[in-house]
């Protein structure tokens, strides 16, 4: 007796194809952290988000903000190209929220004295206060963020996610090349040679 059609169950394509993120052949283990990686990315720029509006910032800016002061300690000479790498964001996106701040009074932007047509940024006493303020909530916050992992799961994820940090660029422009119309109509059903 031939089964209902309601009963027969097909399998999905896979999502992935390489052999390290499949198990027994199956992409269901990589769905899953790929979901659970959205779930705490989306925690993540909610608490981002919260913090920085406590210091009355958007969650980008608080960023920023935050990235210049750190940053500023080992790299005195602190300019917007570095800032972006460190930040994985565009220079003109980053000149922008910069200059926000600037007109906040939370950054400095003086010339580099190497060369006059760069930047130097530097936090100001006031974002100084507000950062140093905000560790009240900031620190209670990230021990919470992070609280199931040990040093060797943090030292293991800053690891991970180092390499991880690097691939977004990548993966957007294969996928530009791939369906260069942004629709499936003319999607390409292979890779080019070489990636």
Do not use: C
């Amino acid at each position: 007796m031939p089964q209902s059609t309601s009963k027969v169950r097909r399998r999905l394509p896979l999502t992935a194809s390489r052999a390290a993120l499949l198990v027994n052949g199956s992409d269901l283990e990589f769905r899953e952290m790929v979901h659970n990686m959205l779930a705490f990315a989306a925690a993540l720029q909610e608490v981002r988000n919260r913090l920085g509006g406590l210091i009355g910032l958007s969650g980008t800016q608080y960023t920023i903000l935050n990235s210049i002061a750190r940053l500023s300690r080992g790299t005195p000479e602190l300019g917007v190209n570095a800032l972006a790498e460190h930040l994985h964001l565009s220079g003109a996106f980053v000149t922008i929220e910069v200059n926000k701040l600037v007109q906040a009074g939370l950054v400095t932007k003086v010339p580099n004295p190497d060369d006059r047509r760069r930047v130097v940024l530097a936090v100001t006493g006031e974002a100084e206060r507000r950062l140093g303020e905000l560790t009240r909530v900031q620190g209670p916050a990230n021990d919470a963020l992070f609280e199931p992992l040990s040093a060797a799961d943090f030292k293991a994820l800053r690891a991970i996610i180092a390499k991880l940090a690097g691939t977004g660029d990548r993966t957007l422009r294969l996928i530009e090349y791939l369906a260069p119309t942004g629709t499936l109509d003319d999607a390409a059903d292979h890779l080019p040679p070489g990636v």
